[in-house]
Structure formats: C-alpha cells, structure tokens
C-alpha cells in the first residue's frame, strides 16, 4: 500500500507540476519503457544478475574464509584485521577505474567489485560470532578435553552461523551496487550500462525502468538468502 501510495502521488505531481520527461518521468512512462524495451532490459539484465551471483559468491566465500582463519590465528588476526578495516575505508568510486585498468571491461572486474562490496560485512559480522561463543559453553568444552581447533569447527562455528547469515542479508542488497558501480566505469552491457547509455541521451524513462529492475534483483536477492537462512541456523545460543 505504502509503495502504490507514493507512485500515485509520484504520478500527481508529475503531472500537476508538467515537469519534462528528461527531468523526471512519470510512472506510466517509466512502465511503458518497460515494456518496449523489455527485449533489451532483459538482456542486460541477466549480465548484471551474472555478475552479483558470481561476486556475492565470491564474496560470501572469501569473507567466511577470512573470519574463520583469523579465528583460528587470533595473534594473526590481530595484526591483519587493522589493514582490513584500512581497505574497508576507500571508497568503491576510487577502486572500480583500478579495477576496470587491471581486469579489463569483462565481467572479471564487475565480479571482483562486487566481492569487495560482499567481503567486509560477511567478514566482520562472522568474525564477531565466532568471537562472541557464551562463555560457558567455551569453558563445558574445556573441561571435555576439546582443544583450540576443536572448539572452533564443533562449537563456535555453528553457534556463529547467524551471525554469517546476518552479514549475508546485509550484503545481498549491496551486491547490486558492486556490479552497477563496475559497469559505470566501463562495460558493455548489462543495467549500469544502460543506465550510463540513458542519461547521455536525458532519457530518464529509461533509467528508471533499469533503476526498478536493479531494485527488483536486490529484493529478490535478499529473499533468497532468508529462504536459505533456516536450514544454515539452526544452532543458536538460545538452543
């Protein structure tokens, strides 16, 4: 209701205002857009959608390993972690031309973008799971006789999965934005590049319609990692 309410009055305002298509178009030109040029959309489409499934693998995975190793080597950690936060810092604009220079205008660079965005809130929510195991627990399995590695794969890795689920649903809607910032900068196809393509041309229906299909992507990629969720959490402190 809350999203028919403001496209209405997204609509009356167009039109009570006769504002220019190139200025801001109307959600009726926007759903014609859609529908002309789905062909073209949808194939573009699929390029974007390539890149956020192989980065936010990539990323999920990089960024577990990362926290499960630092984990296992907390000396380590403890001067990596430091760095890791220093790259966390630089801002995606400044890294996606470097990236664009060495990886070229394939998919590579936006799947490498993309995994960068994905890499620091699995990293760092993980790694606070695995650091935040209750203290009685940690202290039952002591006195079992479990050892350092043990503790870590039987113990603190499954009471730390929602944790990695949590920094999974954060960076599934962020994911979109690794691989449209990447296509920004150079790419032949896919949403970012329609959007780039558009905009040179003031057709701002246009980049709408791609606006509400990257929006689409993300929602729909954020559902999928809650499906998913359940049958990776069952383990929790409360359990």
Same mark, same amino acid.
Not at 48 to 68: N, Q
Not at 133 to 161: C, E, F, N, Y
């Given at each position: 209701?809350?999203?028919? /309410?403001?496209?209405?009055? @997204?609509?009356? #305002?167009?039109? %009570?205002? *006769?504002?220019?298509?190139?200025?801001?178009?109307?959600?009726s030109a926007v759903? /014609?857009?859609?529908?002309?040029?789905? /062909?073209?959309?949808? &194939?573009?489409?699929?390029? &974007?959608? +390539?890149?956020?499934?192989?980065?936010?693998? =990539?990323?999920?995975?990089?960024?577990?390993?990362?926290? $499960?190793?630092?984990?296992? $080597?907390?000396?380590? !950690?403890?001067?990596?972690?430091?760095?890791?936060?220093?790259?966390?810092?630089?801002?995606v604009f400044v890294? =996606?031309?470097?990236? #664009?220079? @060495?990886?070229?205008?394939?998919?590579?660079?936006?799947?490498?973008? &993309?995994?960068?965005?994905?890499?620091?809130?699995?990293?760092?929510?993980?790694?606070?799971?695995?650091?935040?195991?209750?203290?009685?627990?940690?202290?039952?399995?002591?006195?079992? !006789? /479990?050892?350092? @590695?043990?503790?870590?794969?039987?113990?603190?890795?499954?009471? %730390?999965?929602?944790?990695?689920?949590?920094?999974?649903?954060?960076?599934?809607?962020? =994911?979109?934005?690794? =691989? #449209?910032?990447? *296509?920004? #900068? !150079? %790419?032949? !196809?896919?949403?970012? $590049?329609?959007?780039?393509?558009?905009?040179?041309?003031?057709?701002?229906?246009?980049?709408?319609?791609?606006?509400?299909?990257?929006?689409? *992507?993300?929602?729909?990629? +954020?559902?999928?990692?809650?499906?998913?969720?359940?049958?990776? &959490?069952?383990?929790?402190?409360?359990?």
């Amino acid at each position: 209701m809350v999203v028919l /309410a403001l496209v209405l009055l @997204w609509q009356a #305002v167009v039109t %009570a205002l *006769e504002l220019p298509r190139y200025i801001l178009p109307a959600p009726s030109a926007v759903a /014609a857009r859609l529908w002309t040029g789905h /062909a073209s959309l949808l &194939t573009n489409a699929l390029i &974007t959608l +390539r890149e956020i499934i192989a980065g936010f693998a =990539a990323g999920a995975v990089f960024g577990a390993g990362a926290a $499960f190793l630092l984990a296992g $080597f907390p000396r380590f !950690g403890r001067l990596v972690w430091p760095a890791l936060v220093v790259l966390q810092s630089f801002p995606v604009f400044v890294i =996606a031309p470097m990236l #664009v220079l @060495w990886f070229g205008f394939g998919m590579t660079s936006k799947v490498v973008m &993309t995994m960068i965005i994905v890499f620091f809130p699995v990293a760092s929510n993980f790694a606070d799971g695995l650091a935040r195991t209750d203290s009685a627990i940690v202290k039952a399995a002591h006195l079992d !006789g /479990a050892g350092h @590695w043990q503790l870590l794969i039987l113990i603190r890795l499954p009471l %730390a999965m929602p944790q990695l689920f949590s920094g999974l649903r954060i960076a599934a809607p962020l =994911a979109p934005l690794g =691989a #449209v910032v990447g *296509e920004w #900068v !150079g %790419a032949a !196809g896919g949403l970012g $590049f329609v959007m780039v393509q558009a905009n040179a041309r003031m057709q701002a229906d246009t980049v709408f319609a791609a606006m509400f299909i990257l929006a689409l *992507e993300a929602v729909l990629f +954020r559902k999928a990692v809650d499906l998913a969720a359940p049958f990776f &959490t069952r383990w929790s402190p409360a359990q």
